[in-house]
């Protein structure tokens, strides 16, 4: 592998992560201002959470008495796994710098180590809300877990691998196979998928202030500071990476390779214009939903594993 | 001794001893029941007398007289003193009753004829013939043994076993080695002596000679 | 030396350990059997690498030994690698032993106990024939019983743990003889290699049969689904290095027995047999999982997580033999190597784990997690490498049960489509199942960590823990350590992996797994550079601190008290408890798991509308058991009553017997002639 | 030099019967059991090479098969009579015995052996007929010597359902005797053994259908086999232990010995199809019978004697396959039974002498109050259950095997399933018996004199487990007598 090309996937990997450490918070704001002017107000601007982070980041840290080093450890694990898993998935190249390290399947562990830390750290606090919230959201996480894996294995088969960059670059070359119903079903199932790991409406709100109804924000309650900032920019990374490989999932164009600097650029001009699209069409979708009882969320998790188990047998038949 | 005379004579002592194996389950009194023992004893020594004249074997005639010693004589006087420290002792109630245990033996008869074909096929003589008595004769002691309550009826359907087995063993082979019946027949003999300790000291623990009452090791 | 003297000498060792343990004054005896455990462990693992190095067998005859067949020792690379997963979990388990003696394991019987059971599970991956296989897996499970009753005295639960291991594991070896006969019947000898040579001439019945009986006894020692039952029962109730050596070693022996009878004697078979495999395999982890993720104790938790793991190790090795029938070969090769790694991985990481919960035994004399709580700040040693090792059984990159469930994975991925219709339907069906257990791993040791060690303290006991001995720290930070290596780098261990793949798949082509650091599927694209990852989250880790550290306006965190919503005091009675975390999960799976909840409401005297204390209580036990061996044990039972009948002290009713047994030969003499 | 071996017990009863009641008296059983066992090992290195040793004028014979039942019977005899001067003294000493009685326990003990060794050195099968039977005479006062109601009870069912079996037995000799001499074997006796197993293929297959059956209800009924069994638990658990181990150890299988002796014949006229459905019945019966029986058992005396009915079953099964490894399994077991038999009766009689009582759930924790008497019986017990390294595990494991190299794979699972359910009923015994918390003021040690016997009868198990070596040749010469 000659240096300029090892150079380049280097860069790439580099401008995705810092792509998505900064893009994240702004489509956070974006989507709460598409919100706010679909429920009849003005709302606050766009970059509004950037501005929070840094009001956060100047405050005291603060740790409870009776914590342990997993407290302060788990913010920080959070952001790291998902910046190495924002490295290795082709946001804006079909090839960064360790995409053939790690694949899909990787990737989903890569995200489930931010989580469990989190939760620990929920327990860590010894409070009433902090075992509640991590309760509530591993149990979410294995019950998406499922319907995550068969997805997967669907989305697989037409690249005859799990590497994300090869399923991505399959669609690429062979845009047809879009269309077919297998592709639709793991569509659907991503999306329920996406939107119950990242915490959002119908599974969880993020917006909520209600305590008992709380799920990550329960398990974060503690956290003050830089740590809640660090928090929030995970999250928030976590959501644009989840819906950057949905969408280059289903419209994989304008990904290129990693090899001249206007590639890249080009590469994410093209993340950002489809996260955006994606962004506001969860907002829209999130303002006419309300938040589903906890013990219905198996249901329409359920529902996403079926999607998912049509995908493969689909995959199957095609084949 | 003539053909037809041995014949008729060994027939004869052989129906005796069935017809005191019969006895045994009709009579209720015990001290019947131990007498029908002596006369088979006696029909047994004479089946073995018979025989031994018939074939002119001086050995048998020795064994006659132990059997008759032994099973018409010291048994049943055995016996008659265990009976003399319960005098009175009836077989009121048997497990299965009188017409009942007669019906019985009646089948048992037929089974040992159906069950010897093949050694009386083996044995054509007028003895071999006469073998399935000596197995009817056995399933009778064998059914009077665990028909009856009184200890003193369950040993002589012992006997009658023995007895049988005895019979079974002069008709077809003219009796086992003489080493072997002396040994067998003390062995019996001794077997009667224990069972009759036993039976007195039951008697002097249980002050019956109820069979039924002996149910206390049980699972 | 050469290999063969060196197994003698091990299993010497190993003997002595046992005079040791039971001569030596109280005080050195678990020590004295310790030492010769390593002994025994290092002798026989340097004649396995060996083995494993030259791929050549070792064969040892001795027909002095066992009457009437003598003593056959084959040590093939296959079961080589198995004594090195005995040695890999014996050696660090005895080490904490030595720390752990004073909790019953210093008694004669168990000193001498503990050195035995080790040496006979290092000797039966090398047993070559019926006899020599048969007396190793009885003694083995001899031994571990002995070790299991050690704490019979205290507890009525090591009692009854006992009592439903002997018997579930005798089942089982009588599953296993069984097996082992039908094959044996007819050949020359009862060598394996003589079996192997007649098995293959046998009918499909008799060979079908042959491996669904051994798969059932095997089974059960290996935990599966159903008959696991003795699994959560024995292991909790098992000092803390005895559960480590019977969950990661012995347990994985059971696999091992699979593998004999499916591929060395049978040579492989029929998808059915293995999609068979491969269900049970699944139904296992799942239930396992679940099982886990609603345990309250510790050990029973990892016990169920026992079953779970491997329950993972059997879905692989069905995915094995199902793509050698349909002769995807080399992928075979490739499930079975994931097979074998599930069950390194497994063996690493579980024992490290009981391990710990015999630590925190031995600290707080509990295993209940809700009185535990806040052993981190307590003991931050073990309580850092029971979160590590915890981490590592939620397959959580770059440890090593991620790459065990990556390649159960790709096996899955690269199987489905494999040709049959019911593979077809079964492997995405076992991908789910691999899915929704790793998510309830996921929740059940998310429980274990934080309820039993984050948090506050929820009893004086788990207040007053201090930290545990050195020598059962070392226990566990080998097998730490272990989980650790094996995750970043797995290539160190994948060339022994795939001499045993291969000895056991013999004529089959070797899954080259390997390149240097990075994991390359031969003749599939799959590829996967778990050191690349790891240096990759070192980096962002480092940089993200650093990051914060440079932003915030104070390094260190003021320490305050927990907020909790503006709560005024924080007690340890007010966090979570391990029911009420386990209680979503519980709630979803109600028809499987079948709670049975309790409440009970004391009202005072004055009103009934008013309610003076409350007290919940939801225990979660086991349906199988509850539906397939309690009735038949009622039955029997039943059975054993009536039967009394039969004997009831009547003098005539045993003569009648006897009359009725003669009057039945004479008619058949009648009638037969 | 067999006479001798006769002669020993014999004279020693002698000198019991003359010689008045002193405690060193008791030793003198003990040493003649010793050279027993001695003469035992001596003729058993001369049987090994030869065909046979004869000996009192033709009258006693001693081939490999023999030479290893007299080895068996000394070894039981020395842990029986050993452990006897201990239930002598207890029972003089707490005055349910007298010295006189102590005099006939002594003669009629030296009775027994002498009995089972005329049984099993006859030539002649009438005298092993005899012998047999004068083991049940000898054998039943032993049984009532405690002359309590129930030993009473005990021994008028012994008595009187064995003499029943052994009269169908000897009905049964006489029918192969009537055999014998109607297909013209006249030779010197024609109830010798060898003459017999000579002439096995002329003998009238009719005749010897009825007698084989007979025979194997008859002296079925003292190998404790089923359905003439019953008198098996009760005899078992009221006799002193040191008998009860003699005739669970070895009473039982010196009747089985008779089986296999005749087996030999009848497979010469019969083909080994016969005898093989026959012992297949009623070994399968036994198991079946025993597992029931043991399902709720509540006194461990009778467990163990169910436990025997098991192991006789489990011969019997094997003696079905008759294969050369079959038979030399069978034989190994008949030791390795009779030495854990052995043990755990004349535990359970120390058990017995100091609780008082033989109900299991009387008896709990023995383990932790008593720990020398509860290993030796929980060793015993696993011993029993099948465990390597006890001898045990591998004669069980070979006998499967040969039954399924003959076809006889489904009773050997049938076997194997009522062994486990038989395995889980004694777990669940021993665990209420030897388990559990006892208090520490009643923790008691075992006499070292008690333990030692014991200790070295469960070693002597383990070692011809591990390595029967002394015994190979032996065994293999003995199987080749009677195996098929």
Same mark, same amino acid.
């Given at each position: 592998m000659n240096a300029s090309l090892l150079a380049g996937e280097a860069l790439a990997a580099v401008v995705q992560v810092v792509a998505l450490a900064l893009g994240a918070p702004v489509l956070l704001g974006l989507m709460r201002k598409v919100r706010a002017h679909f429920e009849g107000r003005v709302g606050q601007p766009v970059v509004q959470p950037l501005r929070d982070l840094r009001k956060l980041f100047r405050k005291e840290r603060m740790r409870p008495d009776?914590?342990?080093w997993i407290f302060p450890a788990a913010p920080v694990v959070l952001v790291a796994t998902v910046a190495v898993a924002g490295a290795i998935?082709?946001?804006?190249?079909?090839?960064?710098?360790?995409?053939?390290?790690?694949?899909l399947f990787a990737l989903v562990y890569l995200l489930l180590i931010g989580s469990t830390v989190l939760a620990l750290a929920g327990m860590d606090s010894g409070t009433a809300f902090g075992g509640m919230g991590a309760s509530r959201a591993v149990t979410i996480g294995a019950l998406a877990e499922p319907a995550l894996l068969v997805t997967i294995l669907a989305l697989s088969f037409g690249a005859h691998s799990s590497n994300l960059p090869a399923i991505v670059q399959a669609t690429v070359l062979h845009?047809?196979?879009?269309?077919t119903p297998q592709r639709l079903f793991s569509l659907g199932a991503l999306v329920v998928v996406v939107v119950a790991e990242s915490g959002?409406?119908?599974?969880?709100?993020?917006?909520?202030?209600l305590e008992l109804t709380m799920i990550h924000e329960a398990m974060i309650l503690e956290y003050a500071g830089p740590d809640l900032a660090l928090v929030t920019v995970g999250e928030a990374m976590r959501l644009a990476l989840l819906l950057g490989i949905l969408v280059n999932v289903v419209a994989p164009w304008g990904?290129?390779?990693?090899?001249s600097l206007p590639a890249i650029a080009l590469g994410v001009v093209a993340l950002a214009v489809k996260v955006t699209a994606a962004g506001v069409a969860l907002a829209v979708f999130e303002v006419f939903t309300a938040k589903m009882r906890l013990f219905r969320l198996p249901e329409l998790l359920a529902g996403a594993f079926m999607l998912g188990v049509l995908a493969v047998v689909s995959g199957l038949v095609v084949r | 001794m003539t053909g037809s005379f041995y014949a008729s004579a060994l027939e004869i002592a052989v129906s005796v001893v069935l017809l005191a194996a019969m006895v045994t389950l009709w009579r209720r009194s015990v001290r019947a029941i131990v007498r029908s023992l002596a006369v088979q004893g006696f029909g047994l020594a004479t089946v073995a007398a018979v025989l031994g004249f018939h074939l002119g074997d001086p050995g048998l005639l020795v064994v006659a007289a132990l059997v008759l010693g032994a099973k018409a004589v010291v048994i049943p006087y055995l016996l008659t003193r265990l009976v003399r420290v319960d005098?009175?002792?009836?077989?009121?109630?048997?497990?299965?009753n009188v017409p009942a245990s007669l019906v019985a033996a009646g089948a048992l008869t037929f089974l040992a004829f159906a069950a010897t074909r093949s050694v009386t096929a083996v044995v054509p003589s007028i003895a071999g013939r006469l073998i399935p008595v000596g197995l009817a004769s056995m399933l009778v002691g064998f059914f009077a043994m665990f028909t009856r309550r009184k200890a003193v009826s369950q040993i002589v359907g012992l006997l009658l076993v023995d007895n049988g087995v005895a019979l079974v063993a002069f008709l077809a082979?003219?009796?086992?080695?003489l080493l072997v019946e002396l040994g067998a027949s003390l062995d019996v003999v001794l077997a009667v002596v224990v069972l009759q300790v036993l039976a007195v000291q039951l008697r002097t623990r249980l002050g019956a000679f109820d069979l039924d009452q002996l149910t206390e090791l049980h699972d | 030396m050469t290999a063969g003297v060196m197994i003698v000498a091990g299993a010497l060792a190993g003997v002595g350990g046992a005079a040791l343990g039971a001569l030596l004054p109280q005080r050195l005896r678990v020590a004295g059997a310790a030492s010769l455990i390593w002994v025994a462990c290092a002798l026989e693992a340097v004649a396995a690498i060996q083995v494993l190095a030259t791929r050549q067998p070792v064969i040892l005859h001795s027909?002095?030994?066992?009457?009437?067949t003598g003593v056959d020792i084959v040590l093939s690379p296959f079961g080589a690698l198995f004594v090195l997963l005995v040695a890999l979990v014996a050696a660090p388990a005895s080490l904490h032993a030595v720390g752990y003696a004073?909790? %019953?394991?210093?008694t004669r019987t168990a000193a001498a106990a503990l050195p035995l059971f080790v040496t006979s599970m290092l000797l039966v991956p090398q047993a070559g024939s019926v006899a020599t296989f048969m007396v190793l897996w009885e003694l083995m499970a001899l031994f571990s019983l002995m070790l299991v009753l050690v704490d019979h005295a205290r507890s009525e639960a090591a009692r009854s743990a006992g009592a439903w291991y002997a018997t579930l594991t005798h089942a089982g070896a009588a599953f296993i003889l069984v097996a082992f006969l039908m094959l044996a019947? %007819? $050949?020359?000898?009862?060598t394996f290699a003589a079996v192997a040579h007649h098995a293959s001439r046998l009918g499909p019945v008799v060979r079908g049969s042959a491996f669904v009986v051994a798969l059932v006894g095997f089974g059960s020692k290996a935990g599966m689904?159903?008959?696991?039952?003795w699994l959560p029962k024995a292991h909790p109730e098992a000092p803390g290095p005895v559960s480590a050596l019977m969950s990661g070693a012995m347990v994985a022996l059971g696999v091992y027995g699979i593998v004999l009878m499916?591929?060395?004697?049978?040579g492989g078979g029929p998808g059915w047999w293995w999609l068979l495999a491969l269900a049970l395999g699944a139904v296992s982890a799942l239930y396992g999982a679940l099982h886990a993720a609603s345990s309250t104790d510790l050990k029973r938790l990892l016990a169920y997580s026992t079953t779970d793991n491997v329950g993972l190790s059997i879905m692989a090795l069905g995915v094995s033999g199902y793509l050698a029938a349909t002769q995807h070969r080399l992928l075979a090769a490739l499930a079975l190597v994931a097979a074998l790694v599930l069950l390194i991985n497994h063996a690493a990481f579980k024992g490290a784990l009981f391990l710990s919960a015999g630590s925190v035994q031995h600290a707080t004399?509990?295993?209940?997690l809700d009185q535990l709580g806040g052993l981190l700040r307590r003991m931050p040693q073990s309580g850092a490498m029971f979160l590590i090792a915890a981490a590592a059984t939620s397959a959580l990159?770059?440890?090593?049960g991620f790459i065990g469930e990556w390649l159960l994975f790709q096996s899955l991925l690269h199987g $489905?489509?494999?040709?049959?219709t019911a593979g077809d339907v079964a492997i995405p069906l076992a991908v789910s199942a691999m899915a929704l257990t790793a998510g309830l791993t996921v929740v059940a040791f998310v429980k274990a960590a934080g309820v039993?060690?984050?948090?506050?303290?929820?009893?004086a006991a788990a207040e007053q823990a201090v930290e545990v001995a050195w020598s059962m720290r070392l226990g566990v930070g080998v097998l730490v350590g272990a989980c650790v290596v094996l995750g970043v780098v797995p290539g160190a261990m994948l060339p022994a992996v795939e001499a045993a793949a291969q000895s056991a798949l013999h004529g089959m082509p070797a899954?080259?797994?390997?390149?240097g650091l990075d994991l390359q599927l031969a003749g599939v694209r799959g590829a996967l550079a778990p050191a690349e990852v790891a240096v990759a989250l070192v980096v962002a880790f480092l940089a993200v601190a650093g990051l914060r550290r440079a932003l915030a306006r104070r390094p260190a965190p003021r320490l305050t008290e927990a907020w909790g919503c503006g709560r005024e005091l924080q007690t340890a009675r007010m966090q979570y408890t391990a029911a009420s975390f386990a209680e979503p999960v519980q709630r979803v799976f109600d028809d499987v798991l079948r709670p049975v909840h309790d409440l009970d409401l004391s009202h005072p005297a004055?009103?009934?509308?008013?309610?003076?204390s409350a007290t919940y209580h939801s225990t979660v036990g086991d349906v199988v058991e509850r539906g397939l061996y309690v009735p038949v044990i009622r039955a029997l039972r039943h059975w054993g009553r009536i039967a009394? %009948?039969?004997?009831?002290?009547s003098v005539h009713r045993y003569l009648g017997y006897g009359f009725g047994a003669l009057v039945v030969i004479l008619i058949a003499v009648a009638v037969l002639g | 030099m067999l006479t001798l071996l006769l002669a020993i017990p014999a004279l020693c009863a002698v000198v019991y019967a003359v010689v008045p009641w002193r405690?060193?008296? *008791?030793?003198l059983g003990t040493a003649a059991a010793a050279a027993v066992l001695v003469l035992g090992v001596v003729v058993s290195v001369g049987a090994v090479n030869r065909p046979a040793v004869t000996g009192l004028s033709g009258v006693l014979r001693a081939d490999a098969l023999s030479a290893f039942m007299v080895v068996v019977i000394g070894v039981i005899a020395v842990l029986a009579t050993w452990q006897s001067v201990r239930y002598l003294d207890h029972e003089i000493a707490r005055g349910a015995s007298t010295r006189r009685h102590a005099s006939v326990y002594g003669l009629l003990v030296q009775g027994f052996l002498a009995t089972m060794l005329l049984a099993v050195l006859a030539a002649n099968l009438g005298v092993l007929w005899i012998a047999v039977e004068a083991t049940t005479v000898v054998t039943t006062f032993l049984v009532g010597h405690r002359r309590t109601r129930t030993a009473l009870e005990a021994s008028w069912k012994y008595i009187v359902i064995c003499s029943v079996g052994i009269a169908l037995a000897f009905l049964g000799t006489v029918l192969v005797y009537l055999a014998a001499l109607h297909s013209g074997?006249? *030779?010197?006796? &024609?109830?010798n053994w060898t003459t017999l197993v000579q002439e096995?293929?002329?003998?009238n297959p009719g005749v010897m259908r009825l007698a084989f059956s007979l025979l194997v209800l008859g002296y079925g009924t003292k190998v404790g086999l089923? &359905?003439?069994?019953?008198?098996l638990p009760d005899a078992h658990s009221q006799a002193p232990a040191p008998v009860s181990a003699l005739m669970s150890g070895v009473l039982l299988s010196v009747a089985f010995y008779a089986v296999l002796r005749f087996k030999v014949i009848a497979d010469g006229a019969l083909g080994p199809d016969f005898a093989r459905t026959l012992l297949v019945v009623v070994g399968l019966l036994s198991l079946v019978v025993a597992a029931s029986l043991l399902l =709720?058992?509540?006194d461990y005396k009778r467990m163990l004697a169910y436990s025997s009915m098991e192991h006789m079953g489990l011969i019997a099964l094997g003696a079905a396959a008759g294969t050369p490894l079959a038979i030399a399994a069978v034989l190994l077991h008949i030791l390795g039974h009779g030495l854990a038999k052995g043990v755990l009766f004349l535990a359970s009689g120390e058990v017995l002498l100091t609780e *008082? =009582?033989?109900e299991i759930d009387r008896v709990p924790a023995l383990l932790s109050r008593r720990p020398v008497l509860g290993g030796i019986f929980g060793f015993g017990l696993l011993a029993l259950l099948g465990? &390597? &390294?006890?001898?045990l595990f591998v004669t069980e494991l070979n006998m499967a095997r040969a039954e399924f190299q003959v076809g006889l794979g489904w009773a050997a699972a049938l076997s194997i399933l009522c062994m486990a359910v038989i395995f889980a009923a004694l777990v669940s015994h021993g665990r209420r018996l030897l388990l559990g918390r006892g208090e520490k003021e009643q923790r008691q040690s075992t006499a070292r004199l008690v333990a030692i016997p014991l200790i070295g009868g469960l070693a002597g198990c383990v070692f011809i487990g591990i390595s029967a070596w002394p015994l190979a040749t032996l065994l293999s010469a003995a199987a080749r007598i009677v195996a098929l």
């Open positions: 009776q914590a342990t998935s082709p946001l804006v190249t079909t090839r960064p710098a360790l995409g053939g390290s790690a694949d845009p047809e196979i879009l269309a959002r409406l119908p599974v969880d709100n993020p917006a909520t202030h990904v290129g390779a990693a090899d | 005098p009175g002792s009836r077989e009121t109630q048997p497990l299965v082979t003219s009796g086992v080695p | 027909a002095q030994l066992l009457p009437m004073r909790h %019953g394991l210093d019947a %007819g $050949s020359s000898g009862q689904v159903p008959f696991h039952v499916g591929y060395v004697l049978l004399g509990t295993r209940d990159p770059p440890l090593n $489905s489509g494999a040709g049959s039993g060690f984050l948090g506050r303290p929820r009893s899954a080259q797994l390997s390149s004055e009103s009934r509308y008013f309610i003076e009394r %009948g039969l004997q009831p002290g | 405690r060193a008296l *008791g030793w074997v006249h *030779g010197q006796n &024609p109830l096995s293929h002329r003998l089923a &359905p003439m069994h019953s008198w =709720t058992q509540h *008082g =009582t033989s465990f &390597p &390294p006890f001898s």
